[in-house]
């Protein structure tokens, strides 16, 4: 084997375990913050900072790979439960065209996960009177995400409890449907799912 090619087959091994550590990191301490996890697994394993490290999509492929094997059944539970609540708050938010994103979505929600919908409305204060109307208490919140031109853009955003799950609805004007904004994960449109495909989800859970 070359020199090179070792060196790659090494690279490779090492990202691998970043990867590990870092989704191990991610589901037993609740961090949330990829590239802080990333950098936590590089200190715990004492390996070069300025080496091949792994990217997002890579670590989110570890954290579902992390919760099969040691979540098992009872992160299936969870996922369900969450699912269920998830499914719960768009009925309730019904007028707003309510999408499922995230985590709760893609799989790889733990117990220290919200709930993140995203709503769509002419201005964030209607959704605000919907939920106060309600009766459910909730903390206005911002979020920046970046648009599929490149830039970011603050959307404004509401975090309840639901089903003793928390949900954080983030507003987006109504034609903000038509485009998702990127992911921070892998820079690809988030994706998004109405009822229906929630409805679908459950039944195959």
Known sequence: MSMSRKRTNESERERQVV????????VNHGVRDYRVAKQKAV???????RGSLPGNSEIEAAVANHLQIFGGESHQDLLRLMRTAALSAMELLADFTPRLV???LIGTA?????????????????????IGDIGVAFRPYERRLKSRRGQIETYAGFEFSHCNET???TVFPIDGIRQAPMSPIDGKPMKRVDTNAVQELLEHV
């Open 110 to 130: 733990d117990q220290n996960s919200a709930i993140n919908l995203h709503l769509f409305a002419d201005s964030p204060e209607m959704v605000a009177m919907e």
């Open 19 to 26: 990867a590990q550590e870092a989704a191990r990191i991610i």
């Open 43 to 49: 200190e715990r394993l004492g390996f070069n900072a």
């Open 102 to 104: 995230g985590p709760v």
């Open 167 to 169: 949900v954080q609805a």
